[in-house]
């Protein structure tokens, strides 16, 4: 029975420094999150993804090459229904562009249960997005979150358009070039090709929120308990090459 959340669980908890950390807020919200949200088997029901951030990465990006060589693992989805159908422990969470053409459980080659993926155009970390990893990391186990970027990003290409011609997108578009323009401006002025500049600034300065999202992830990649990795899928060979 866990402390936090009332309910069995098999997260870690959280240390005494961590719950300082947190504040009443954040506690009381964690305390109160419902059985839906908050239940995971007593026991992990992928042993096999326990795994230190060091390991998670090793593991995410072998998979990455077997999607490059063509030789991704057949996955028995029956089965996997049957052992996730009592909870979840992913030892990655991406946080990647909705590109259709990305998809992250296909090129890191993961299975159902292994990998947990918040998606929005652009790949940037809204609050509900870091809300979501925050579950992941303190909730789930995950040990490991990737910012994943993309090249020819339509999101980050029509935020370089926008500033460029002074335009305003309709709808709300502008939403998301509010979210990409810091990284947009941050790259202005390097050499080489802006749209692949900004896609990587915009990677890494996610990267950096992430790892600076107080109290929860903060306090978690402080103690080294998780990492936040960037990388960035390129398009024709399927590969996600880690930027550092
Ligand atoms: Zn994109």
Do not use: W
């Not at 009332?6 to 947190?22: F, Q, W």
């Not at 370089?160 to 309709?170: A, H, N, V, W």
């Not at 929860?216 to 990492?227: G, P, Q």
């Amino acid at each position: 029975m866990c402390d936090l959340c009332g309910v069995s669980a098999n997260h870690r908890p959280i240390d005494r420094r961590g719950v300082l950390k947190l504040g009443a807020a954040a506690t009381a919200a964690l305390t109160t999150m419902p059985p839906a949200l908050a239940a995971t088997a007593a026991a992990p029901p992928k042993p096999e993804n326990v795994l230190s951030p060091d390991a998670a990465l090793a593991r995410l990006m072998k998979g990455n090459a077997r999607y490059v060589e063509g030789v991704s693992k057949r996955h028995d989805f029956r089965h996997e229904r049957e052992a996730l159908s009592g909870g979840q422990n992913p030892f990655a969470a991406v946080l990647s562009c909705a590109d259709s053409r990305i998809a992250p459980e296909y090129c890191f080659d993961t299975a159902r249960g292994d990998v947990f993926v918040c998606r929005v155009a652009g790949n940037f970390a809204s609050d509900d997005v870091i809300a979501s990893l925050e579950y992941a990391v303190q909730v789930l186990n995950t040990p490991l979150i990737m910012v994943l970027g993309h090249e020819a990003c339509g999101a980050v290409a029509a935020t370089i358009k926008s500033i460029k011609d002074g335009t305003t997108l309709p709808g709300h578009l502008p939403a998301l070039v509010a979210a990409l323009s810091p990284a947009v401006k941050a790259a202005q002025d390097a050499p080489g090709d802006l749209l692949a500049n900004a896609t990587n600034r915009n990677v890494t300065m996610n990267v950096e929120k992430l790892k600076t999202a107080a109290p929860i992830l903060k306090s978690f990649a402080d103690d080294k308990k998780i990492r936040v990795v960037g990388g960035v899928y390129e398009l024709r060979s399927g590969q996600v090459r880690l930027l550092a």
